[in-house]
């Protein structure tokens, strides 16, 4: 049974900094391509970032370049983003989704999904 469970969110301050954490099992995160998505109120899941299975090729949506990092330790199969100058509009709750595909883990539809931690920026 596969099993990813986000940890690292909570309440934070404009301009602060989190790392959310996603520890995977029933999988070897290496062999996936692995990635985040958030959903804010009143919205659908969004696409935030994510790194290939075979490389450490990665991509982010436009909103966060430069300020979130995507990154994984295959050693404790655990999946990472850190989020640096956090802003009002990052307030979401994050997912962490794993797929056999880069493609498919930029999707809305990746084969597994997470129960999401929850984020949130105050101004």
């Known amino acids: 049974q596969v099993q990813l469970v986000e940890s690292g969110g909570g309440l934070v301050q404009a301009g602060d900094s989190l790392r959310l954490s996603c520890a995977a099992s029933?999988?070897?995160?290496?062999?996936?391509?692995m990635g985040w998505f958030r959903q804010a109120p009143g919205t659908g899941r969004a696409f935030v970032a994510a790194i290939r299975s075979a490389s450490l090729t990665t991509a982010e949506a436009d909103s966060v370049k430069g300020r979130f990092t995507i990154s994984r330790d295959n050693a404790k199969n655990t999946l990472y983003l850190q989020m640096n100058n956090l802003k009002p509009e990052d307030t979401a709750v994050y997912f962490c989704a794993a797929d056999s595909s880069f493609v498919g883990v930029k999707s809305t539809r990746p084969n597994y999904w997470g129960q999401g931690t929850r984020v949130t920026v105050s101004s």
């Open positions: 029933g999988l070897t995160i290496s062999s996936y391509s």
